[in-house]
């Protein structure tokens, strides 16, 4: 495997480049449903609600290092667009630096405050959390080298780290689950090795296609401008698509365990919109202001046609798929409701992610700030015991990301069209 060319010198249009992510995150994710499968089969439901609410917790804050990752592709895309592939480097050490003291940081604060935090949890042992922050450094650490991959539009090598670290993921957790023991922190920490695994890939990648590359010596482009007015949204939209398995943690311990089986499964539609928006996005950022309506109009149908296969595909079929991955306990009647409610819900959800990547693309952050607002008004609802079940969280997500999409879609649309008359 060469990854040392750009995917971005062939003549790839963005239908081949989301075909390769899309097989790259599909790979990755049949490796990763095996994990959770392994997991869930293994351990007792409680045990399997608590890793699955850890993981919600990295998937969560993940997606606020969204922001890092986009800043990070735009800022790469326009240094290589304009020759400066040298500069990227200092880029990359610049970055590591800083993520990397969050992280300790974040352990520091886990060390100090162990007991507060798995009151706040809800759990009966502070040893997952542990393992939780050496989890966190790699997970802080990742999107600096699969967003440099990505902003080179070199799609097979991130494709490849990604799925490498998809069944180092697997094959580390289900080692130390039956060698060790079934506990949570056990299958965490398998999910740590994961990341390390493909960190490295990447990084080492990288470092072959730009050892021999020298820096011009002219100023980086700053990533703090567009950092700072992009965190608000990713935060929002980081309870949008995740963060169902940790509220109901929070405010449904006793549902905790059947959730995670629902919405392990549901979940897997996400892989649309992650494949499309990531193939997209440098293209976003080189394209001329009439190509990106060009884009927007394709892509948006593209995606939202996927979606709703998907969901209806899980509506139907979902009852089979849950006894047949996770055995028959999986299989109740609130588990499959819940399947099917969160299958329908991620239409809107998937679509707001489109959405919002392709506005952050062309950097128009206005009405943006209202995703973070309809999220804290959603978690306000579940604290004051408003929302009273899981049923009526998963609806609540639902409505108020549909509100979110059609708005930002209409905003979209408004935006490239006054660009192409220009």
């Excluded at 062939?10 to 049949?30: D, F, R």
């Excluded at 009151?119 to 542990?130: H, N």
């Excluded at 790699?138 to 699969?146: A, D, N, Q, S």
């Amino acid at each position: 495997m060469n990854f040392s060319v750009s995917d971005r010198q062939k003549p790839n249009g963005l239908l081949k480049n989301s075909a390769i992510l899309s097989a790259g995150v599909l790979g990755a994710n049949l490796f990763n449903m095996l994990f959770q499968v392994v997991m869930g089969r293994l351990f007792s439901v409680n045990e399997f609600g608590l890793l699955s609410s850890l993981l919600g917790v990295v998937n969560m804050l993940m997606l606020p290092l969204g922001v890092v990752a986009l800043a990070i592709t735009h800022t790469v895309s326009e240094l290589d667009g304009a020759g400066r592939r040298g500069d990227v480097r200092c880029l990359l050490r610049r970055c590591l630096i800083r993520l990397g003291g969050l992280g300790l940081l974040v352990n520091a604060f886990i060390y100090l405050f162990p007991e507060a935090l798995v009151e706040w949890f809800q759990m009966d042992r502070v040893a997952p959390l542990y393992v939780f922050g050496f989890v966190w450094l790699g997970t802080l650490i990742r999107p600096v080298f699969f967003a440099s991959l990505r902003g080179f539009e070199m799609f097979t090598a991130w494709s490849w780290s990604h799925l490498i670290q998809s069944i180092a993921r697997l094959g580390g957790g289900l080692f130390l689950v039956i060698s060790v023991s079934a506990y949570a922190g056990w299958g965490l920490l398998g999910h740590g090795i994961g990341v390390f695994v493909g960190t490295s890939i990447a990084g080492t990648t990288l470092w072959m296609c730009l050892k021999n590359e020298v820096a011009s010596g002219q100023t980086i482009p700053p990533l703090g401008g567009y950092m700072g007015q992009s965190v608000a949204v990713w935060l929002g939209l980081a309870v949008f698509l995740v963060g169902d398995v940790v509220l109901v943690r929070r405010a449904f311990p006793e549902w905790s365990g059947l959730y995670a089986y629902a919405a392990v499964l549901g979940h897997l539609i996400l892989v649309v919109p992650q494949s499309i928006c990531g193939a997209l996005f440098p293209k976003v950022v080189k394209a001329s202001f009439t190509e990106r309506m060009a884009l927007y109009r394709s892509s948006a149908w593209t995606t939202l046609g996927a979606i709703v296969l998907l969901s209806l595909g899980v509506v139907v079929f979902g009852t089979f798929l849950l006894g047949f991955l996770f055995g028959p306990e999986a299989v109740t009647d609130e588990s499959v409701r819940w399947l099917r409610y969160i299958a329908l819900s991620l239409i809107p959800i998937c679509y707001l992610q489109y959405t919002v990547q392709f506005a952050l693309a062309i950097k128009q952050f206005r009405w943006l700030w209202m995703v973070l607002v309809f999220a804290l008004v959603l978690v306000g609802f579940l604290e004051a015991g408003l929302v009273t079940s899981p049923d009526g969280l998963i609806g609540w997500m639902a409505g108020l990301a549909l509100m979110l999409a059609v708005g930002i879609d209409c905003r979209i649309r408004r935006v490239l069209a006054r660009e192409s008359v220009a």
